[in-house]
C-alpha cells in the first residue's frame, strides 16, 4: 500500500525558511515522477515543482529562485527547501507521486504552511 507522509509544516514569518518533506513508502520509490502543490481554500490545487526520475526539476515561475526541490531515492524522500517566503506561500503543501507507465499517481494528506508576522 502506498504511502505519503508530509512533515515540517507550520508557521513562518516573511522571509523565513521552512523544509518540508515527503516519505514515501510501499511503493519502488526511484520510478516515480515526485512533486509538490499546493492549495489555498475555493482555489484549485497548483504545482509548485517537481522533480522527474532522471533528476529534472520544475517550478512555478512563483517560486523560481526562492525553493529548492531534492529528492533521496536511499531514503524514499522528497523534500521542499523554502526560503524568503512570502505570505502568499501560505497554503496546503501535498506531495505528489506519479508512476507515467501506468499513469497512476498518489497524494499526501497535506501539510499547512502559514507565513505571517
Known amino acids: 500500500q502506498v504511502q505519503l507522509v508530509e512533515s515540517g509544516g507550520g508557521l513562518v514569518q516573511p522571509g523565513g525558511s521552512l523544509r518540508l518533506s515527503c516519505a514515501a513508502s510501499?511503493?519502488?520509490?526511484?520510478?516515480?515522477?515526485m512533486s509538490w502543490y499546493r492549495q489555498v481554500p475555493g482555489e484549485q490545487r497548483d504545482l509548485v515543482a517537481a522533480i522527474a526520475v532522471n533528476g529534472r526539476t520544475e517550478y512555478a515561475e512563483s517560486v523560481k529562485g526562492r525553493f529548492t526541490i531534492s529528492r533521496d531515492n536511499a531514503e524514499n524522500t522528497v523534500t521542499l527547501q523554502m526560503n524568503s517566503v512570502k505570505p502568499e506561500d501560505t497554503a496546503a503543501y501535498y506531495c505528489r507521486a506519479f508512476f507515467p507507465p501506468l499513469n497512476v499517481e498518489f497524494w499526501g494528506p497535506g501539510t499547512q504552511v502559514t507565513v505571517s508576522s
Open positions: 510501499g511503493m519502488s520509490f526511484s520510478r516515480y515522477h
